[in-house]
């Protein structure tokens, strides 16, 4: 069973639920959390970071949102299933692509456009042929 490791660095800039957020995606990324590994409790972790528990609370539904975990009742907030460090890395990827675009002020339309742009720009290797 992999063991969450995370750090907050108030001096980054960079809020600590997004910290939170992309270490849980990094961690899953590398296979340090598999499918079926328990994350802390939203308590237990906020007060090991000395955060409120309301910024662990949004690092781990936008962390749902995104398909990398699952919250269950009994079985508290785990890795999900059927995901693979190939669609956390893309997932995250496009949510950063979203944040990007809209801080932009680009439309969400604009945002799809830059995405399909992105698409047809970028070279797909043949079948069999090496990356």
Same mark, same amino acid.
């Given at each position: 069973? &992999?063991?969450?490791?995370?750090?907050?660095?108030?001096?980054?800039? $960079?809020?600590? +639920?997004? *910290?939170?957020?992309? *270490?849980?995606? @990094?961690?899953?990324?590398?296979?340090? $959390?598999?499918?079926?590994?328990? %994350?802390?409790?939203?308590? @237990?972790?906020?007060? /090991? %970071?000395?955060? #409120?528990? &309301?910024?662990?609370?949004?690092? +781990?539904?936008?962390?749902? @949102? #995104?398909?990398?975990?699952?919250?269950?009742?009994? #079985?508290?907030?785990?890795?999900?299933?059927?995901?693979?460090?190939?669609?956390?890395?893309?997932?995250?990827? #496009?949510?950063? $692509?979203?944040?990007?675009?809209?801080?932009?002020?680009?439309?969400? /339309?604009?945002?799809? /456009?830059? $995405?399909?742009?992105?698409?047809?720009?970028?070279?797909?290797?043949?079948?069999?042929?090496?990356?």
């Amino acid at each position: 069973m &992999g063991e969450l490791r995370v750090e907050i660095d108030l001096r980054t800039g $960079l809020a600590p +639920y997004e *910290q939170i957020r992309s *270490q849980v995606v @990094a961690h899953v990324a590398a296979g340090r $959390l598999r499918v079926g590994d328990r %994350l802390p409790t939203i308590r @237990a972790l906020a007060t /090991d %970071l000395g955060l #409120a528990p &309301g910024t662990v609370a949004r690092a +781990y539904r936008e962390l749902e @949102a #995104a398909g990398v975990v699952t919250t269950r009742r009994r #079985a508290g907030t785990v890795v999900a299933d059927g995901v693979s460090p190939t669609d956390v890395a893309a997932r995250h990827a #496009a949510h950063e $692509l979203v944040r990007t675009g809209r801080e932009a002020g680009l439309s969400d /339309d604009a945002i799809v /456009d830059v $995405l399909r742009g992105a698409l047809l720009g970028a070279h797909r290797p043949e079948r069999g042929a090496p990356h």
